[in-house]
């Protein structure tokens, strides 16, 4: 069971570690439930979601392992997008270098700083690639106790829910956007005013995503 419960304003639920790495040794895990899920699923949809979130609590090597590996990772990102103050003091001393011989060895250094940065690119690919495979098995295993629990249709249902839902708030916070410019206002209700904005999607948005529901590929990565 979880240590802690937490409540936030995505539509979406996760399982993770209470404290990050310091969490690892022991069982101090945490829920994290979305209010806008809560409000516009049925109870039996939301008892499946929860039941997925348990699945994962039961994963504990593979959260540990996963874990490990997306720190990894964001790290790996970081130094291989990020720029930082080594680059900028290379191309400042390119450009107001007057000595070719400086000039020479400032390229050489950033031809270096180019070749190391392939590498951690490639380490990067890597660990997204065995990332990629790892979360794709823990989330199929998360949803057979889902199906365990509330049996496949319900499964099925909850999913194309989701999907509208999903449609919904990308057009709900377009709309908050606006408000917010006009009014400097914020609403009161999320959840609520998710579900008026998923009820008042047009038959034909709705048609949309029921016709690419499920055909769409998983990506390697």
Not at 29 to 50: H, K, Q
Not at 67 to 94: C, G, K, M, P, S
Not at 129 to 148: H, N, V
């Amino acid at each position: 069971s979880p240590k802690r419960i937490d409540l936030d304003c995505d539509l979406n639920a996760s399982a993770s570690f209470r404290n990050g790495f310091w969490s690892m040794a022991g069982s101090d895990m945490v829920l994290t439930i979305g209010l806008p899920l809560v409000a516009n699923l049925s109870a039996a949809e939301f008892a499946g979601v929860v039941a997925h979130e348990f699945g994962h609590f039961t994963q504990s090597v593979g959260m540990r392992l996963s874990y490990l590996i997306r720190t990894i990772n964001h790290w790996f990102i970081r130094v291989v997008y990020q720029r930082d103050a080594w680059d900028e003091a290379l191309e400042e001393w390119a450009a107001e270098s007057e000595d070719g011989w400086v000039t020479i060895i400032v390229m050489l250094a950033q031809i270096g700083v180019w070749f190391a940065r392939m590498i951690l690119r490639i380490l990067m690919y890597t660990g997204l690639l065995i990332g990629g495979f790892m979360i794709r098995q823990m989330e199929y295993d998360a949803d057979a106790c889902q199906i365990k629990l509330v049996g496949s249709e319900t499964f099925e249902r909850t999913h194309r829910k989701l999907a509208t839902l999903s449609a919904a708030t990308e057009l709900m916070y377009k709309q908050i956007h606006v408000q917010w410019k006009k009014t400097l206002q914020l609403p009161d209700n999320l959840s609520e005013l998710l579900r008026q904005s998923h009820e008042k999607l047009p038959a034909q948005a709705l048609q949309k995503i029921e016709d690419r529901y499920g055909l769409e590929r998983t990506g390697l990565f």
